[in-house]
């Protein structure tokens, strides 16, 4: 391996080029920095060494096994290598509205489910209806379907494999390399189109020259056990495997007083295994597999009405819920470093199993009175897909870059939902359908986005993606009561096309200024309502929703680095929105293309590095949404509400802590703060579905020796014990489901 004597910057590009490793750096950083040429056939750690010598620089391995050049004795904020645009870049480089933590982070905040990242991001609401059905919101898009086959506003992306049902999406964080929040439409560079945004999941890589692990053990309240493990192992020189899982178990944090049975309770086992092998100098290959499984006694869905016993924390229902969930999965990607860009291929399977048994009614038969019932819902879902994606990223030169690719998903999904309906006081059975549901789903799509660099520092980004979808569907309905409802309707086919187009202008005048103009336009799936009750329900596809988003933003950094401070301003614009309602005119509940709606807002993001030994984060998200038309034929005129899931204000503040203390080591901790203002869970703006504000703070405090090879941190969760709501119910019944109450615990680390 060669280096000669040039600019430092065109040097790390030519090195990385060379070994196939992925070098970043600021051109801040390099700008006017020479280097000496260097010996012949050494190592790529030779090498850095030898380039860096005299500069004030030095190397790291970072994020993603990616190497980070920065200046020594910094104090600047660690960096996070963001795949927004589908190669590595620096956070602050990348026109998108975007929130990432890197392992430091995720470690830190103790990130565990998709819900704690929420906490800290603005625009992003998590929540849940019950345990298969989490709410993922970006910018107030949403929606809550739970047929089989229908696609959400938000995509949940793992190693560039698209996760196809939000049942499975809800991953376990541990042990991850970086967690990246995209806001607004991902309609051109994102395997399947989204309107609202991806959260983008990344397990990293193992190092073929390191050989370590991690394992910690917590306890805690509510008789809580977890252990969780990583490790890397060196295979030789061009070989390196990576292990990870996570096991975790507590009781319940509620009950049914009706049966004992606990509620809220965790029971969840998840394993990671991934081996990297250099097949050639230029040809990489990483392959993958996970495999996850989770149960519980289902969601405490608590009366506040008949039959409430005033505890918040104790459901009134009367029958076993349960969830179970089995998911897996498998992956083979390679990287070619081919005309000095690089080639990769993106091939993966995937398969969730996922049963759960809940009450949609807050409460048991035996409080009802009248004609009412308890409906109770046994709903299992299978999911399986294959998807292939090929890429080509540009070198990056002079005159600017591109990417271009094809995607291909192959998706079969079925779904068996029974429900049973008891009637008021006598449990007298008055609903026992069925509901087979099966949809095949087929999505092809190709994708090219390209970068020009312009004079005065600008720089111009074009990019479209074209995407066809078709869907086949099937329904058999079994109605045990009245036999005449029953049918059977299948070989219901439909497809859709969309181009979906981005362009962004970018200006950076000075070091610190990246700004931003964009526009992008994202696009949902269309689909068949597989829960429908009647042959025309079933028989009337929905199209796809589309959403325009324009945007401004800006990325500064600020103090030699030490304070970043980034905002964007966006007015996305839906057309064609799925709603799911029932028309008073036709007599049928069904998904329809009724509305169309604007979502506005403000985001603001600042980290401030205020000393080696402290970091402090700071956000503010606000959202002003609202249906520009939507009624209902023969009902409600919903025209002016706001959407569903969209909170006008959410704000986060946080404090990490790594205090020396001389030959003891260090203590370090976290410190953090959350609110989100109230929001509706359904676009009719009804008092009973509305969430109230809530504030949420979690601490941490801990210790490490100087030789780091142990840790022990005590952790608190909801310090104040705040009882918010996750969602209301108003089905036949007033009802509520709480969030998680305060919990406590203490973790050991060993480092190997």
Known sequence: ?????????????????????????????????????????????????????????????????????????????????????????????????????????????????????????????????????????????????????????????????????????????????????????????????????????????????????????????????????LGDAALGDRAALRLAGAFRERDGYGRDRLTGREQDDQDSLNLRAQVRVQLADSLEMLLGADYGDDQNGGRTLSSIGAGDDGDRRTSELGIEQNFERTQRGGSARLNWQVGGGQLTSITAVRESETAEIYSNVGASYLFLSGTQSQLVSDDADDVRALTQEVRYASPITDFGSVVAGLYYLDEDASRLLQTRAFAAGTGALVTDQAADQSVDSRSVAGFIDGTIKL?????????????????????????????????????????????????????????????????????????????????????????????????????????????????????????????????????????????????????????????????????????????DEFIIPGGAVYTGNPLSSSPEDKVAFSAIVAVPLGQWGEIGGMAMYSSTSSYFTGASADPGLRVPAYDLVNVTIGLTPKDGRWSLAAFVRNLMDEEYLLTPSTQTVRAEYLGEPRTMGVSLTWNF
Do not use: C
């Not at 992925?22 to 012949?40: H, N, Y």
């Not at 392992?103 to 625009?123: F, H, K, V, W």
């Not at 009337?540 to 988003?549: G, H, L």
């Open 455 to 627: 004079p005065a520092e600008l720089q111009l980004t074009l990019g479209v993606r074209y995407t066809e979808d078709r869907k086949t569907a099937a329904l058999t309905r079994t109605d045990r009561i009245r036999a005449a409802n029953s049918f059977t309707l299948s070989g219901l086919e439909q497809s859709w096309n969309e181009w979906t187009p981005r362009a962004v202008l970018s200006w950076s005048p000075v070091k610190p200024l990246h700004a931003y103009v964009s526009y992008s336009k994202g696009y949902t799936a269309g689909g068949f309502n597989t829960d429908a009750t009647s042959v025309a329900a079933l028989s009337r596809p929905f199209d796809p929703e589309t959403v325009a988003n324009y945007e401004i933003g800006v990325k500064t950094d600020w103090w030699q680095d030490r304070l970043r401070i980034n905002a964007s301003a966006f007015h996305m614009k839906y057309d064609d929105k799925q709603e799911l309602f029932f028309d008073n005119v036709t007599r049928i509940l069904n998904i329809y293309n009724a509305a169309s709606a604007t979502s506005d807002g403000f985001e603001i993001e600042s980290r401030l590095q205020a000393a080696k030994w402290l970091t402090l984060n700071a956000s503010y998200g606000l959202l002003d949404t609202e249906y």
């Open 1 to 229: 391996m060669t280096a000669h004597a040039a600019d430092l910057g065109a040097a790390l590009v030519k090195l990385g080029r060379e070994s196939g490793r992925e070098i970043l750096f600021s051109a801040d950083a390099v700008r006017g920095q020479k280097t000496s040429a260097i010996p012949e056939n050494v190592s790529v750690e030779e090498a850095l060494n030898a380039l860096l010598s005299g500069t004030g620089l030095h190397w790291r391995v970072g994020d993603a096994g990616t190497i980070v050049i920065e200046r020594e004795h910094s104090v600047e904020l660690e960096e996070i290598v963001i795949t927004a645009q589908r190669r590595d870049e620096r956070g602050q480089d990348v026109p998108i509205a975007v929130t990432g933590f890197g392992p430091n982070a995720i470690e830190s905040y103790r990130l565990e489910r998709l819900r704690d990242i929420s906490r800290l991001t603005p625009g992003l609401l998590v929540s849940s209806f019950n345990q298969s059905s989490p709410t993922i919101a970006i910018r107030g898009a949403s929606n809550t379907f739970t047929q089989i086959g229908v696609n959400k506003p938000v995509a949940v992306v793992v190693d560039d494999v698209f996760i196809p049902r939000n049942s499975a999406a809800d991953f376990e964080l541990f042990g991850l390399d970086s967690i990246q929040v995209l806001r607004g439409p991902q309609g051109t560079l994102f395997g399947r189109n989204v309107t609202g945004g991806a959260i983008v999941l990344d397990t990293g890589k193992p190092d073929y020259l390191t050989n370590d692990a991690k394992v910690r053990l917590t306890s805690g309240d509510y008789s809580t056990h977890a252990v969780e493990a």
